[in-house]
Structures are given as C-alpha cells and as structure tokens.
T-cell receptor, first 114, second 112 residues
C-alpha cells in the first residue's frame, strides 16, 4: 500500500446521506485518482487531479464530488445523487518518471448502504 | 467501449503450473502496459510493466510477452504457487492523457 492511506476501511451510508472518503499520500506525488471497483467490472475512474486546486471528471463522475486543496489529500464525497454507491473505492497516486506514469494504490474503502 | 479486453475471467491451475492471462487493446496511442495484482480486500499492487518497444520482460517468476503488431500482451507466471492466488489486472496508458485503462481482471486460483 506504500504511502497511501484511506479511511475508513468500512463505511455505512444511510439513504439520502452524503459521505466522505479520505485519501492521504506522503509520496509527494502530483497526481491522484479515485476508482470504483465492482465485482466483474474492473476499476472505473471517478475523478482525477493532476495538480492542486484542479481536478477532472473520469468515466463515472455522476453522484460524486472531490476537492484537492492540498497536494497530500484528495477526499471523495459520495452524494445522495449516487443511487448505487455500494462498492469498493480505491484511491491512487502517481508520479511520472522517465516519461512513464506509475500509479500506486491505497488499501481501499468498502462503502455499504444501510 | 472497452479499450482493453482481458481473458480469461477466471483460471484454475495446479501448483507448479504456468497460468497465462491475455489482454488485447485497440488504442494505438497506448504506450505503457502495467500489470497489477490484487488480493481480496486490498488495493492493487503494481506487479510488472512493459513498453511496446520491448517484446518480453521478466521479473522473477512473472513474464510479460508483448506483440505490438497484434496489439496483444500476456502475463505468464512460472512455477505458480498457492500464494499467487489473486486477481490480476492488465492496464494500458497513453502519455497524451496519463489515464490508466484497466481490463476487467482475471481471478487466478492456484491449488496446492
């Protein structure tokens, strides 16, 4: 898991509630990512940020929001607009070395709906 | 549109066998192909990666073979062990946008 921490490990959401997943990295990486993993679906990109105070939508951004106020932190909020939030959420960070990007993943947060 | 197709979905081998996982891509702009290993309840970990100017890369018991003309690449695990049982993902990335595209994963089971 390197220097990427995600909390909490498990999170329960009630109907209509917004919840925020934490992601912190001490690798001094510029870029950070949020993925959603569902069984048989692989990893799908929700949002990504290549620099502080800037972020871009990924393939499945609807119902999610992010912020990038600090280089080390990239929290993800799952809003009430996300109707099917139950999934395993993975945060990653990356660095470009010799023109190649390598992404490193955190341990994940499992979100369950009550 | 699935840009990286991975097969098989699941694979069972005996200890010492050589499981092979295949991936195919469509986007010729992809120029870096990493493989990730994921154990249950954990985040994926980078296993090995290859650039398209290389046809084969070995790291320990793991080998990537790359066929640029066919736009295919594969992972071989030599002398597989029960501890190799995990889900393996191939991926591809283009330097133009630095976004990883993942295959859907292969669940490998190595029986003792």
């Amino acid at each position: 898991d390197g220097g990427i921490t995600q909390s909490p490990k498990y999170l329960f959401r009630k109907e209509g509630q917004n919840v925020t997943l934490s992601c912190e990295q001490n690798l001094n990486h510029d870029a950070m990512y949020w993925y959603r993993q569902d069984p048989g679906q692989g990893l799908r990109l929700i949002y990504y940020s290549q620099i502080v105070n800037d972020f871009q939508k990924g393939d499945i951004a609807e119902g999610y929001s992010v912020s990038r106020e600090k280089k080390e932190s990239f929290p993800l909020t799952v809003t009430s607009a996300q109707k099917n939030p139950t999934a395993f959420y993975l945060c990653a960070s990356s660095i470009i070395e010799a023109g190649l990007e390598t992404q490193y993943f955190g341990p994940g947060t499992r979100l369950l709906v009550l | 549109q699935q840009q990286v197709k991975q097969s098989p979905q699941s694979l069972i081998v005996q200890k010492g066998g050589i499981p092979i996982i295949n991936c195919a891509y469509e986007n010729t702009a992809f120029d870096y192909f990493p493989w990730y290993q994921q154990f249950p309840g954990k985040g994926p970990a980078l296993l090995i990666a290859i650039r398209p100017d290389v046809s084969e890369k070995k790291e320990g018991r793991f080998t990537i073979s790359f066929n640029k003309s066919a736009k295919q690449f594969s992972l071989h695990i030599m002398d597989s062990q029960p501890g190799d049982s995990a889900t393996y993902f191939c991926a591809a990335i283009s330097r133009s946008n630095y976004k990883l595209t993942f295959g859907k994963g292969t669940l490998l089971t190595v029986n003792p």
